[in-house]
Each structure stands twice: as structure tokens, then as C-alpha cells.
């Protein structure tokens, strides 16, 4: 049976918090999907990693500078939201400065080190760190899942055209009912 990770992708409280500086109430409706989700893996013994988006402060990076301030180093913003509890024995917390969560990180070799082809894919957004996530695992070899009631960004439109493209170029979309049958049959 091929090993599976679980990868919740930038649920800190900048993005999940209504006082977070880039909150988008989407991703607070997302949230208790996304402990369903996580609980179900746990349930499986699925490995666990936590993107935790991070921005230097004060220091040089045209990305970050490009946009509103967030997720800065020292802040409660880079928090991952109390909803999705953070099992210290167990669980990965990675954080990233761009926004895929392989570039510039030690996510592959910790997915390689636990021997994972099959990565779920939840958190926010669709459009960006979502996207580049996902890209970069199917480029790696990876079999991304995302799972369709977890994902969100701040327009349905755009979430629906990246989750519509992933499906069709890049990996699976399906629904948490679909996810769990596939996690109790032993399909991932």
C-alpha cells in the first residue's frame, strides 16, 4: 500500500483570524472541514505536515514586498490556527517563504524519508500556494488529492477554475466523502 501524507497549507492565524492582516472569512468556513480531515488521518496514522507560510521581517524579499504585510517572523500571525491542533511527537511544521511548499524547504525529503507517494492537499489558496503546491508535487512524482470542501480563496470563481485545472493537468479533486471512503479501503 502506497504511504500517504496529509499537507494543511498555510492555516495560520493571519489568513484564519477576522483580526489577521489577509483574513478572508472563506478560509475560516474551511476550518472545520479541515479538522475533519485531519482527524480521519490521524485516525489512519497518516502522516501529518503543517505549511506554515513565514515572511522575514525587516529583512530583503521582493516577494513579500510586493505585497500587504503578513505572516511575520515573531508574530502571532504565523500561528497555525487552534482549530488544527499541532501533535508535537508526530507532525511536521515546515514553514515556507514562497508559495509552493516545496521550494526552499525540506518538504521532499521529509515526504521521501517517510516513503509517501500519495499527498491530501487542504488549506488556503487555491490560486497560489494551493496551485503551486500541487504543480510541484506532480512534477516531483507525487499523487496530489485535494480535497474540494477544504480548499478556498477569496472568489468561488477563481477557487473553482484552479480546482478545475488541478483535477483536469495536475492531480485528483474530490469530495471529503470520496476522501474518507479511499482512507477506509486503504486507497491511500
Known amino acids: 500500500m502506497a504511504k500517504t501524507a496529509l499537507i494543511i497549507v498555510d492555516m495560520v492565524r493571519d489568513f484564519t483570524d477576522p483580526e489577521g492582516l489577509v483574513f478572508y472569512p472563506q478560509n475560516r468556513e474551511i476550518l472545520p472541514q479541515i479538522r475533519q480531515v485531519l482527524d480521519k488521518c490521524r485516525q489512519k496514522e497518516t502522516l501529518v505536515v503543517f505549511l506554515q507560510h513565514c515572511n522575514r521581517r525587516g ?3 521582493r516577494k513579500a514586498a ?8 515573531g508574530t502571532w500571525g504565523i500561528e497555525i490556527d487552534p482549530m488544527l491542533p499541532v501533535d508535537q511527537e ?3 511544521v515546515i ?3 514562497r508559495y509552493s511548499g516545496f ?3 525540506d518538504l521532499d525529503l521529509v515526504l521521501r524519508e517517510n516513503q509517501v507517494e500519495n ?4 488549506g488556503t489558496k487555491t490560486n497560489c500556494c494551493i496551485r503551486a503546491t500541487v504543480t510541484d508535487a506532480f512534477y516531483l512524482d507525487y499523487e496530489p488529492y485535494v480535497v474540494r470542501e477544504c480548499v478556498a480563496t477569496n472568489s468561488e470563481v477563481v477557487n473553482e477554475v484552479h480546482l478545475t485545472d488541478i483535477d483536469k493537468y495536475l492531480g485528483h479533486v474530490v469530495d471529503k466523502k470520496t476522501l474518507f471512503e479511499m482512507l477506509d479501503a486503504g486507497q491511500l
Open 119 to 122: 499527498v491530501i492537499i487542504v
Open 90 to 92: 508526530k507532525d511536521y
Open 103 to 105: 521550494f526552499g524547504t
Open 59 to 61: 529583512k530583503k524579499d
Open 95 to 97: 514553514r515556507k517563504r
Open 66 to 73: 510586493a505585497m500587504r504585510p503578513n505572516c511575520l517572523e
